[in-house]
């Protein structure tokens, strides 16, 4: 590919990278206090963004410092309507795995399936402890 082709070629990912990131629907802002995993993704401690794209199966992350990410989820139905928006984690020992996201006044939530770790985990009989950190629009 030609340096001509390519330039443009740049911008056009570029413009789109920065429109994925205004789409994101009720996104919430947390301050994660541990590292943790989400989906593929180990972490670690820090201040992240979390909303959904306009298909709600699809969630980006982004944390300080790093590109925004794609995890996989699927939608989940709280009881009644969330009084605070929150990220659920699952901790076996010093491991922690996000689980849910929750947005104050929304009564549908994204879940995050099971890593391969985490179901071995579980497996070997482990129980998580729930771990909620409280999030911000």
């Known amino acids: 590919m030609t ?14 990278a920065g429109s ?3 789409q994101i629907s009720s996104p919430v802002k947390a301050n ?21 794209m306009e298909n709600p ?7 300080e410092g790093m590109r925004a990410s794609f995890l996989g989820s699927h939608g989940d139905q709280a009881n ?11 901790r076996y020992g010093d491991r922690y795995f996000l689980s ?11 879940e995050l399936p099971m890593t391969k770790v985490e179901k071995e985990l ?9 771990v909620a ?3 911000y629009k």
């Open 3 to 16: 340096k001509r082709n390519f330039l443009p070629l740049l911008a056009m990912f570029l413009l789109a």
């Open 20 to 22: 994925l990131y205004a």
């Open 32 to 52: 994660i206090p541990f590292d943790f995993t989400a989906g593929s993704l180990d972490l670690p401690a820090g201040e992240y963004t979390i909303g959904s």
């Open 57 to 63: 199966v699809t969630l980006l992350i982004r944390g």
């Open 80 to 90: 009644g309507l969330p009084l605070s928006s929150k990220l659920v984690f699952h």
């Open 100 to 110: 849910q996201i929750w947005v104050q006044g929304e009564k549908r939530g994204s």
């Open 122 to 130: 579980r497996a070997s009989n482990a129980r998580p402890t729930l």
């Open 133 to 135: 950190v409280l999030a």
